[in-house]
């Protein structure tokens, strides 16, 4: 279509030819247009790559830190640029290029800047398949238009200055990064075509420029052939994205440079000088200057001078090369990033009496060596640890146009939070980024823009090995390490990402090798298996110095090591991404660290990744973070919120699990050695240097408030080292009697200690400020056992009226002192508690056992395998009429409810005990038992009872076929048509089958089983959207009744033409042949699934706005994902409990909790209620929350697109506030987001039982009115009776 009719035989026949500047392109006579669809057309007329740097006209301004804007050399062309949008290819105003052109009707765009962000086109996200059919290199767009490709006209008016034109100085023009394709002219002459959307392109403008106004025009298509190679997980933008500018050089100028700087100080740089017209010889030597570099970039006293004579090799070329052994040199690296100023000076022409200078280029320079020995990335010498992400240009407002400030609010949060890596992920950054790293200390890993994932990986199909794609492949490489080869925060080279592996990688691989080899090189897809493994290890190509995996397991790793930490030949393992961030995620994060620091080989590894990539919109008046499918039309192509997977949010806010990132990853670690006598080992796991550094510091919490502190001795210990140090100054055992009385407690050794040991810096370094805390670590102490009793006797001392119990049709009323509390009769909860007669429920507490679905739940499908549960609190059954015991005697009255969970067959039976004390909850929940009759949504195996071998029906991409039985059969959802999830199977039903077809990093294929439309025999189909709409009826060979596990049973099509599922000939088929064991199949319940949480949810009444809690904080934790949290009392307002995640899920659980106090406005009756762990102590910790949102607002339904809240800006606080009280919730899980659930010990497991308590305690202003109010609600939670064990609660 776009390629001008050229038929695939003559595109295999392009010659390439090679520029002046090294660059192939086409020798086709095709049309003009045919260039931007050609994939050996890379690049014309452009200057041949070099490192990037700039040139001033004296030593003055180089040494300064003015920057280039400061030269008289430099001419900024950012701003306001004259623009046209067309939304075909190469669709321009006829002629736009010419000077006379009237651009007066035009609008304006500004450059740097994205069209789609400046009110031309719309976003457009997609992570693993193009925007565009995959043909290359043609381009046909996916959405409803197929010729859409837009192209945009720029057009800006600009003069130089006088002395540029005088015939002594080159003019360069300069556009920093454009995407996809671009052309450009000046004064209506082409200068030539670019691609890559990521790198520098430079033009000569010399010949074309003339005195006054000057045109500049470009032309810039959206996707050219090169957008087969730009296919990363990120949105699709077009525009110019980085600076413009003109730059004017001597005739006879330093082209590029290359500086080398060893770890032995060895600097060696070589030059190359381009001699222009001028046929005299070089009459000076270059000349080097090495400084130390000072506090804020200054220069300090120069360390060494050195000169490097210059040899012409042709009339326009001459090179200049030295070495020089620097002696004493401080080395850099990420902690401690010392860096050099380096000043090149080329002299100018003329006699060595009044020669002046003709150009000063200053280089930042960093010491130090990359190098592979023995199996190990090494530094400098030492052994490296990766403490790595992956990072997008992006910024919510302007796309991909990243200023300095973010760029530097990226670098301080991630070395606040203990990264010293970051993989450049996928392209060339602004090398402002480089530069910065350079500066602050991040070790990078440079990856050229190449990732053709929508392609394929396969051998036959990746553009890696097709020969037509190979100069594309090495044009991108090759300017890319040109551009950035003297950056000492580089220590890797990538290939590409996601590219697939074959001849054009393994050129790529050599060329860098021969090139720089003082970097190592990396290749996630050099690998001989055709995609990643979680749990097994693959095999590795050769073109790639490290083994760089994807998504691994824990276990994964624990392999790799076990079989080669003591190998001197094996690659160290570096994940080039893992802990896949989308979402509420990163579950299980501590369980990966702990097998890194157990094996050297394995070396750390890239967390995918830092930012939301969400674009900031506004929706029916709300801020959002706007992700896939919310820009264009239904028809536009989009993987939803998959662009939202970062440790911060798009305006760079924390999300939660960036603090379990740096807590994981601190580089000081505290193991306890003798607690109780306050000793403790402190472990350095930085690589280079010592804990000077650091000041340590204790602090001793009683039920969670801070009672002592202190400072710790001087801690110095070595890079790798440890040592034992002990906390003198610890009150002295016990506690009760060396510190003040808690609140007025009578047993202050009842209380709960932590001891709390931190590191913080002692003075401000780089961008990380004195105080700020880099490592910490928390114990529980032991202390005296607890009081405990039973409630009644708790009570007796101060038993005053027996509670008083009103029974009725509708429900039971207990009267306990100013508390009443209303039990329903129907459903058993909990309906109404008054303190005074004020109402604190709005809604009953209930049994819950869903959590709003997170996006890793979706991921693994866990929304479609655990609906039964979604409902399963709602839908309860009380089994008997609530039984009553009255309190006359006790004090106590005791209210006992048993409930049947969905059609499990699940039992949870609830104990309510109410006295003046409060209600104190007792919970025992009982899951099913084997043998319990099918449920809609059951996950079960269908076996062919015809088959000599056990075969089920099984479903591969688009095809059903018969699986023989090894052990796993393929799993297949049942769902009956119009009955929810958990609902009982019976005879006679119409039921959809869906089967996993398979999955894609973005998702799991849900596929549903359906009967070809054709008469008779005819194959099953798996249709290509999830088959909600059922096509067949369920039948028991039985007859009547519930389907129980292993029954036989018949699936009768419900299209009326009496065709039956079978297997026959070992095909899946619909049949309308007779009635035989081929089309009877066994139907076998997969092992049940426990529900994600198990708990209670209630709703309370306006006015509730302050919480206060003892527990893990103040951020949310989950049992995968808490070692961040530490324990503590923690405040704040109900409103700020919810995390809003760019898309809403499951958010603000606090894990560990011992009582959590919801407060009312003041001057209101009851100030409060008190929900609080029965037992107080730490082994009876439960998981609670609150929100000022109803749990509905964050879940989604069985298709995450058709969430009804989708964005987090969209959500509404409400008066009333939602609590949970939880005795277990699944881990979040973080291995991906596209199939692996939890690890197994952060999930429920499907028989476990538990049994658990609670208090809900109404409290006045009056009982929490304390001198030291800090403490007030610890000890009215300590107040409450300390009770134990329940008697066994019957089900």
């Known amino acids: 279509m776009f390629l001008c009719g050229l038929g695939k035989a003559q595109q295999q026949t392009v010659e390439v030819l090679r520029e002046d500047d090294g660059v192939p392109r086409s020798s086709l006579g095709l049309a003009e247009d045919c260039e931007w669809f050609d994939p050996n057309a890379v690049g014309r007329g452009r200057e041949s790559a070099r490192a990037s740097f700039f040139a001033y006209e004296s030593g003055e301004l180089a040494t300064s830190n003015a920057g280039p804007r400061s030269s008289s050399r430099f001419l900024d062309l950012n701003g306001r640029w004259k623009f046209a949008w067309s939304p075909r290819s190469c669709q321009v105003p006829t002629g736009f290029q ?21 009110g031309h086109g719309f976003p457009i996200y997609k992570n693993v398949h193009y925007c565009f059919e995959s043909n290359p290199p043609f381009i046909k767009y996916s959405g409803a238009d197929p010729e859409y490709n837009p192209t945009g006209a720029y057009r800006r008016v600009f003069e130089v200055p006088a002395q540029w034109l005088e015939g002594k100085l080159e003019v360069f023009f300069h556009v920093g990064a454009v995407c996809c394709g671009c052309k450009v002219w000046i004064n209506g002459e082409e200068l030539g075509f670019t691609t890559d959307s990521k790198l520098p392109t430079e033009f000569n403008i010399t010949m074309h420029l003339r005195k006054g106004k000057n045109v500049i025009a470009l032309q810039v298509l959206c996707w050219s052939a090169g957008a087969y190679l730009e296919d990363q997980d990120m949105w699709w933008l077009a525009g110019i994205t980085r600076d413009v500018y003109a730059y004017a050089r001597p005739k006879r100028h330093i082209r590029d440079i290359q500086v080398r700087a060893g770890a032995d100080g060895m600097l060696q740089v070589d030059a190359e000088l381009s001699l222009g017209d001028i046929r005299e010889p070089v009459s000076g030597p270059l000349v080097f200057e090495l400084f130390p570099r000072g506090q804020e970039g200054t220069i300090a006293q120069r360390s060494c001078c050195f000169q490097a004579l210059v040899t012409a090799r042709t009339e326009k070329v001459a090179v200049a090369s030295a070495s020089f052994r620097c002696s004493g040199v ?18 100018a022409e003329g006699s060595a009496v009044n020669r002046g200078v003709a150009e000063v280029i200053r280089f930042s320079v960093g010491f130090r060596t990359v190098e592979m020995r023995q199996g190990r990335l090494l530094l400098n010498g030492q052994e490296l640890t990766i403490r790595g992400v992956n990072r997008h240009e992006f910024d ?9 400030e973010a760029m530097l609010q990226d670098i301080k949060l991630m070395k606040a939070h203990n990264f010293n890596a970051v993989r450049c992920s996928h392209y060339p950054n602004d090398p402002m980024w480089y530069e910065l790293c350079d500066e602050h200390g991040l070790y990078l890993v440079a990856e050229a823009n190449i990732e053709s994932h929508g392609i394929g990986f396969q051998l036959d199909e990746t553009l890696a090995g097709k020969a037509e794609w190979r100069d594309a492949h090495l044009a991108r490489v090759q300017r890319h390490v040109e551009r950035d080869k003297n950056h000492p925060s580089i220590l890797f080279w990538s290939l590409a990402n996601e590219a697939g592996n074959g001849v ?30 979680t749990n097994d290890i693959e095999r590795i190509d050769s073109n790639t110095d490290v083994y760089c995996p994807m998504y691994p397991s824990q276990a994964k790793l624990a392999k790799y090591g076990e079989l080669y930490e003591g190998s001197t030949s094996a690659l160290p393992l570096i994940m080039c991404e893992y802990a896949h961030s989308m979402g509420n995620s990163v579950g299980g994060f501590k369980e990966y660290w702990d097998v890194i620091n157990k094996y050297h080989v394995l070396q750390g590894g890239y967390i995918w990744d830092w930012i939301d990539q969400g674009i900031a919109t506004k929706v029916n008046g709300k801020d959002i973070w ?41 580089p000081v670690a505290f193991e306890a050695v003798d607690l109780r006598n306050g000793r403790i080992r402190v472990l350095n796991r930085y690589n280079f240097r010592s804990l000077a550094h650091l000041a340590f510091s204790w602090s001793l919490t009683a039920d969670g408030v801070e009672v002592a502190q202190g400072a710790m001795p001087f801690v110095d210990v070595a890079a790798g080292a440890a040592a034992d140090v002990e906390i003198t100054s610890l009150p002295a055992r016990p506690f009760g009697a060396n510190l003040p009385l808690i609140a007025g407690s009578q047993a202050p050794n009842s209380c709960e200690y932590h001891l709390l040991v931190s590191a913080r810096w002692r003075e401000a370094h780089g961008c990380i400020p004195g105080g700020h805390e880099e490592a910490w670590e928390q114990w529980p102490l032991e202390g005296d056992q607890p009081q405990v009793m039973a409630l009644s006797t708790a009570l007796s001392a101060n038993a005053g009226e027996a509670p008083k119990v009103t029974n009725s049709d509708a429900s039971v009323l207990v009267a306990a002192g100013q508390l009443l509390v209303t039990i329903d009769h129907s459903s058993g909860f909990l309906t109404s508690l008054k303190l005074g007669g004020q109402e604190m429920m709005a809604g009953p507490l209930q049994p819950n056992f869903w959590r709003p679905t997170t996006d890793n739940d979706y991921g693994a499908c866990l929304q479609r395998d655990l609906a039964c549960w979604r409902e399963a609190g709602r839908n309860t059954v009380l089994l008997q009429k609530v039984e009553v015991e009255p309190g006359s005697a006790t004090g106590v009255v005791q209210l006992k409810v048993v409930l049947r969970i969905g059609a499990t067959g699940s039992q949870l039976a609830v104990r309510y005990e109410v006295s003046t004390a409060g209600v104190r909850v007792c919970a025992k929940w009982q899951p099913a038992t084997p043998g319990m009759a099918a449920a809609s949504g059951n996950v079960a195996s269908l076996m062919c009872k015809a088959t000599a071998t056990n075969v089920a029906v099984g479903v591969t991409g688009e095809v059903v076929g018969a699986t023989p039985n090894k052990g796993a059969p393929q799993r297949i959802v049942v769902s009956a048509e119009g009955f929810p999830a958990g609902s009982p199977l019976r005879h006679g039903y119409r039921v959809a089958l869906q089967a996993t077809a398979g999955q894609t990093e973005s998702e799991l294929l849900i596929r549903g089983l359906i009967p070809g439309v054709q008469a008779g025999r005819v194959p099953v189909e798996a249709s290509g959207l999830p088959a909600d709409k059922a096509a067949w009826t369920i039948l028991r060979v039985l007859g009547d009744g519930e389907v129980l596990p292993n029954d036989e049973v018949i699936f009768e099509a419900i299209d009326g033409s009496g065709r039956c599922l079978a297997i026959v000939d070992g095909a899946v088929v619909a049949t309308d042949g007779p009635r035989d064991h081929s089309n009877i199949f066994v139907f076998q319940v997969s092992e049940p699934m426990a529900p994600p949480r198990i708990g209670f949810r209630g709703t309370l009444t306006k006015g509730f706005t302050q919480v206060e809690w003892f527990g893990r904080g103040p951020h949310e934790s989950y049992v995968d994902r808490y070692v961040s949290a530490r324990v503590a009392r923690f405040e704040g307002e109900i409103l700020d409990q919810t995390f809003k995640y760019v898309r809403p899920q499951e958010n603000g659980n606090k894990l560990d909790t011992r009582w959590m106090a919801l407060k009312c406005q003041s001057g209101a009756p009851c100030a409060g209620l008190l929900v609080a762990s ?41 008066d009333e506030t939602d609590f949970c009280v939880d005795v277990a919730q699944m881990g979040l899980g973080g291995i991906n987001s596209w199939g692996e659930k939890p690890l197994p010990q952060h999930m429920i497991a499907h028989d476990q039982s538990f049994e658990w308590a609670f208090w809900l305690r109404p409290f006045t202003t009056e009982e929490t009115r304390s001198d030291r109010p800090a403490l007030a609600l610890a000890a009215l939670a300590r107040s409450l009776p300390r009770l134990p064990p329940s008697p066994a609660i019957g089900a």
């Open 98 to 118: 010419e000077p006379s052109f009237n651009d007066a009707a035009w609008g304006e765009m500004p450059v740097p800047g994205n069209w789609e962000l400046n």
């Open 330 to 347: 401080r080395l850099w690296s990420a902690e401690e990033p010392n860096l050099y100023t380096l000043i090149v000076t080329l002299p």
């Open 396 to 404: 919510a407002q302007t796309g991909h146009v990243v200023g300095r």
């Open 504 to 533: 054009n990688m393994y050129d790529m691989y050599m060329w860098i090798k021969h090139r720089d080899p003082t970097r190592l090189v990396q290749y996630e897809n050099a690998r001989r298996d055709p995609a990643w493994k």
């Open 626 to 666: 706007a992700y896939g499918g919310d820009f264009g039309g239904p028809d536009t192509p989009s993987d939803y919120n998959f662009c939202i997977n970062g440790l911060v949010q798009p305006d760079r806010t924390p999300n939660p699990a960036l603090h379990e990132a740096k807590k994981v990853m601190q």
């Open 1174 to 1214: 029965s037992a107080g102590v730490t082994d009876a910790c439960l998981s609670m929350q609150c929100h000022r949102y109803p749990l509905e607002d964050f879940d989604g339904p069985a298709i995450k697109t058709q969430q009804r809240i989708s964005h987090g800006g969209e959500l509404r606080a409400r």
